[in-house]
């Protein structure tokens, strides 16, 4: 469907549905995160792909996490799409990046720890106890 309706080549059109499908699960999956009433219980990660290919922009995107969910659903929904200055890690220099060209990040998240969530509010002694038993 894409090659009938954009002038591009086939390899063109390949990249463009495995960028668009890449960023339209990982916003899946934070939109879905947004419907769990613990989800503030978890660092969720920016997760960029390891390799010479990843944009500087992704990998400072990873570094600079964790994030609560509200950061990761910011960073995915306005900073992803932003231009932002980096230092190419190839060149030295400064230049401009948009992450979401191109995209082949995706997020995950992992609970906190019990102390994390009690010095939070999110739990209270008891139950803070109870988890530190139960591991």
């Known amino acids: 469907r894409v090659l009938e309706r954009v002038d ?3 390899n ?12 339209a699960t990982a916003l899946g999956r934070i939109m879905a995160w947004g419907n769990d009433p613990q989800r503030e219980w978890y660092w969720h990660h920016w997760i960029a792909t390891p390799d ?13 996490g964790p994030y609560t969910w509200g950061q990761i659903l910011r960073r995915w929904q306005v900073d992803h ?10 060149t ?20 906190k720890e019990p102390h994390e969530l009690l010095a939070e509010g999110k739990i209270n002694r008891e139950q803070f106890q109870e988890m530190e038993d139960a591991a």
């Open 8 to 10: 591009v080549g086939e």
């Open 12 to 23: 063109r059109a390949e990249l463009i549905v495995r960028t668009e499908t890449a960023k």
């Open 52 to 64: 010479d290919r990843t944009k500087d922009v992704s990998l400072l995107f990873e570094r600079e």
């Open 81 to 90: 799409n932003r231009p932002v200055r980096v230092r190419n890690r190839w």
């Open 92 to 111: 030295g220099r400064m230049e401009t990046q948009v992450s979401a060209f191109n995209c082949r990040c995706s997020v995950a998240r992992t609970p």
